[in-house]
């Protein structure tokens, strides 16, 4: 069962988190909510929201550690992404990546290994 999501944060927002502080990119505070992706929705959102920034991460967390605090809502394009509507901490951190290699566009390249893995089961529309 994969209940993975990713985060993507900005070096000073990855230095807060390992300094207690929530994660909580400034986006996530106007919301009022973090946002997250899904294996397949993290290239996109780095082409969106992250081209030419050096220095970025990608975190994962298991999206079973929110219970009913994540909640998929439609965004872009009408797809569902993870959204998280509670703290969310170092501890629920459970893999990072350096974004340090980047296409010729400018946008950092996401290891193979996250764009394999599969969607979460509990995603809208998933199979249970």
């Known amino acids: 069962m994969n209940a ?8 000073d927002q990855l230095a807060a988190v390992e300094d207690g502080h929530a994660m909580a990119a400034p986006v996530d505070i106007a919301d009022g909510y ?4 899904t294996s397949k929705q993290v290239r996109d959102t780095l082409a969106k929201w992250f081209k ?4 970025c991460a990608l975190v ?3 999206s079973r550690d929110f219970g009913p605090d ?4 439609k965004s872009r394009g009408g797809d569902y992404f993870p ?8 501890h629920h951190i459970s893999s990072i990546w350096p ?3 980047f296409d010729a566009e400018g946008v950092a390249l996401v290891p193979e290994f996250v764009l394999r893995q ?3 089961d509990s995603k809208p529309g998933s199979a249970r």
Do not use: N
């Open 118 to 120: 599969p969607e979460p």
């Open 60 to 62: 994962s967390v298991d």
């Open 99 to 101: 974004l340090d290699e």
């Open 34 to 37: 973090v946002h997250f992706s």
């Open 52 to 55: 030419g920034q050096k220095g």
């Open 70 to 73: 994540l909640k998929w809502e």
């Open 4 to 11: 993975t999501i990713y985060k993507i944060l900005t070096a």
């Open 83 to 90: 959204h998280v509507y509670t703290t969310v901490r170092e």
